[in-house]
């Protein structure tokens, strides 16, 4: 076995400084102190601390290696994402996947790490490490190449992979108007501001598009639990408005509506129609499945890999437009004309 | 030194396998005969080559990385054995590089790609992979420490994590007697599974050892949730079907669940289901699923302190009991008042 050897942790506690700034010593970065500079160069040598150098290819500056950055809490979905990644980055490359948890600083940190140590040619972000503003701004500033799967825009990469969450509710609402619903009950995923809840702006437009006015009481908030989806269907079962189907704004409450129904004897899809946002293997854990609308992950890491390798040889100002993906509905067996007189 | 020369090719000059050089020149134990011995270290004195060379030759830097390969289609599993793996590796300023070899073809000249490319500190196999004596001696004879996660047995120069499948499995089958269960049945994993025949001893081993007749009946999955479905239909299918299915991971009793659903079994009532995982969507189904919890990210997790332990860790089995997890998916049987 060979010895026990320093990690930049050590060295950053040794010198009493932030990883960040151990980082910038070694890489030869502006914007730290000579005093600084000299007690990180001190505490490198103490504990003779060596970056991984050798995990370059060495005939080349490249790592050949590309890191997946996600949290701690992230589903299955991630799973998707490396078999996109391994099939556009072939045999050649090879992924380092590094599941951060804690606060916006601390994953800060854990990616400054991950750059010192191992030197990845490039970073893919799922969300909500995507939307972290602060490391975006430092990777922006460090110019570290990076993808960023997210809703929406931030930063100056120029390969950005946009989820369309908006689009993906509205199509929803779409096809429950297609078989005949008009009272659509929706239950949003998440606390906060209804301004930023895409998916809650596709439901209105989706209803909007129909011609079917706004109902504000059949929006029901839950957030994103089996817990929370049971307890807004049986708000939405008391609703005057009677709806006949129920859309779901992650898979976990829609599988919560079932169960509500399920207690009630309510028959599915006769007499509620239930449908989820999300197309996570849950959906395909129950039977009926359930319908669901979703994003083809494998498919969108496949595109933003081979984004980032065209861009490595890209020379110039133009930034490339963002990627931008549309969502499917995979129907299911939970959804079906509302019966005659409901 | 020549860094050419790879222990392949000793090997090849020498007459040998690449394990036997392996062990050779790094004076491993037995396994071999003195004039192997001398016939190996003067084709390696000759060709200049010495173990672990391109390690030597990279002396001045280290290596933060440990990977972790698999073939496991489970994609819950896979992800639990990730989290469990990189926690271990952040918290000690490593990092994970992640391998797919797909389906097991060709794993080992994917594996070779990926030791060409790095140097590793450490590399984790994942079950069935971790069966594959192909990559296990490559990576041996690349001088990588390596730690098998639930292998059917210790393989020299190995390290291993393992729990206890068959006591799991039994405890699991005694809650299901003691519920007052005759008629069960269980849905095994596939043949090639060291984890699925555990799984299904402890099973035997429970209904062998019980006071009173019970009904056996066994069934062979694939740990897929369409076979649990499959399985589930055709037992249930009858007036005689089992009052309770033990599915030997919590996919296929999903399986099981939904297709009680579709012939109007109601669960537990009229049949009780049992899984082995613990997995997320377990407390997502309704009823909520009785079942095994299985350590898995603890098991990286370890399998990782290993790696970067200054001694092997001895013994190679860690203290790690999967817990019965009972929910509502099981209940008295029929009969029972």
Known sequence: MKSKQATI????????????????????????????????????????????????????????????????????FVIDIEHGIASAAGEQRHVIVEAVTGSRLAVVEAVEALLTTSRPDCLILLPPVADNAPLIQRLDSRGVRYARLSTRLLGNSSCQVLLDDADAAQKMVQYLVSLGHREIGFIRDKEGPETEDLRLHGYKAGLRNAGISFDPSLVEHGNGSFASGAYAASLLSSNRARPTAVFAASDEMALGVLSFAGRKGLSIPDQLSVCSFGNS???????????????????????????LLTVAEYIGDEVPAPSRFAAEITPGGTTASPAPGS | MNSSVTIEKVAQISGVSAKTVSRVLRHKGSGYSESTRAKVEAVAAQLGYSPNGSARALASSQSFLIALIFDNKNAGYVLELQLGAAHRCRQSGYHLVIKSVGDGVDAVERVRGLLDATRLHGAILAPPLCEDRAVVDLLVSRGVPCVRIAPSADRPSTQSIRIDDRGAARAATRHLLSLGHDRIAFIGGPARGPAAAERRAGFEEAIASSSRPVAAIIRLGDFTFKSGLDHGMELLGHDEGPTAIFAANDEMAFGVIAAANQVRLGIPHDVSVMGFDDSPAARVVRPQLTTVRQPVREMADAAVAQLLAEKAVSPTRLPMEPELVIRGSTGFARSVP
């Not at chain 1, 000299?38 to 050798?54: C, F, G, I, M, T």
């Open chain 1, 9 to 76: 942790y050590e060295v950053a506690a040794a010198a009493g400084v932030a990883i960040k700034t151990v980082s910038r010593v070694i890489n030869d970065e502006t914007g730290v102190s000579a005093a600084t500079r000299e007690k990180v160069r001190e505490a490198v040598r103490q504990l003779s601390y060596r970056p991984n150098r050798d995990a370059r290819n060495l005939a080349s500056s490249r790592s050949h290696f590309l890191a997946l950055v996600f949290d701690e809490a992230a589903s299955q």
């Open chain 1, 281 to 307: 293997n849950l959906t395909q854990l129950v039977w009926p499945p359930l319908t669901t609308v979703g994003f083809s992950y494998s498919l969108i890491a496949q595109t933003a890999v081979r984004r």
